[in-house]
């Protein structure tokens, strides 16, 4: 099986701008999740789409949105870029995360640099 | 809270000698525990999880952790250490939900 894709692998944006970055779960995989990784803070929890529904949504600002469609792949948008949005944005799939045992499997991220 | 704490985020040890990267969860609820590896540039890869069936949990490249719920801990262990074991790893839980919490990363170089 292919693993979890997001495109584009990098990208560099100016302030103001948006950007969308997109996700490709594992094939029969229904959850998306969504995270930002940067060096001071680490990994903080964007959402969470199941079945093209929210599940759960971390505590960012009304910029952040995100969107699940019927196939399963996500798209994260980001409006109004500021400097401090620059950071790896990762994505990682898993069968349901109502079981006990899923596991987040996670693609290779994006890279989104403000300038 | 329910949170994960990394003890030390950035560990050093000489090749060949014992990895031990340490991980506390804080909960009065059992959670289901997970190590991931980071390498530069790359997404977070799936080491090994806990999931009540066996405190001692083997994973993958020698990697194995302890299940403590005494000490509410989940440590990384490997007995001799490579040089392709530098990178970043990240402890994680999951409680019944599906919210998954990620300590804040610990560095790991291995000095030839």
């Not at chain 1, 995100?66 to 798209?75: C, T």
Request: charged share 15%; hydrophobic share 30%; glycine share 8%.
């Amino acid at each position: 099986k292919a693993g979890v894709t997001q495109t584009p692998r990098y990208l560099i944006k100016t302030r103001g701008q948006q950007v969308t970055l997109s996700c490709s779960p594992i094939s029969g995989h229904r959850s998306v999740s969504w995270y930002q990784q940067t060096p001071g803070q680490g990994l903080q929890f964007l959402f969470e789409y199941f079945s093209e529904t929210q599940r759960n949504k971390g505590n960012f600002p009304g910029r952040f949105s995100g969107r699940q469609f019927s196939n399963s792949r996500s798209e994260m948008n980001v409006s109004t870029l500021e400097l401090g949005d620059s950071a790896l944005y990762l994505c990682a799939s898993s069968l349901e995360v109502t079981s006990s045992t899923d596991t987040q499997y996670f693609g290779p991220g994006t890279r989104l640099t403000v300038l | 809270a329910q949170s994960v704490t990394q003890l030390g985020s950035h560990v050093s040890v000489s090749e060949g000698a014992l990895v031990l990267l340490r991980c506390n969860y804080s909960s009065s609820v059992p959670p289901y525990l997970f190590w991931y590896v980071q390498y530069p540039n790359q997404g977070l890869q799936l080491l090994l999880k806990y999931t009540s069936a066996a405190t001692l949990v083997k994973g993958i490249n020698g990697f194995e952790a302890e299940f403590k719920k005494s000490e509410t801990s989940f440590h990384l262990t490997k007995p001799s250490a490579h040089m392709s074991d530098a990178a970043e790893y990240f402890c994680a839980v999951r409680y019944t939900g599906n919210q998954f919490y990620f300590g804040t990363g610990t560095s790991l170089t291995v000095i030839p």
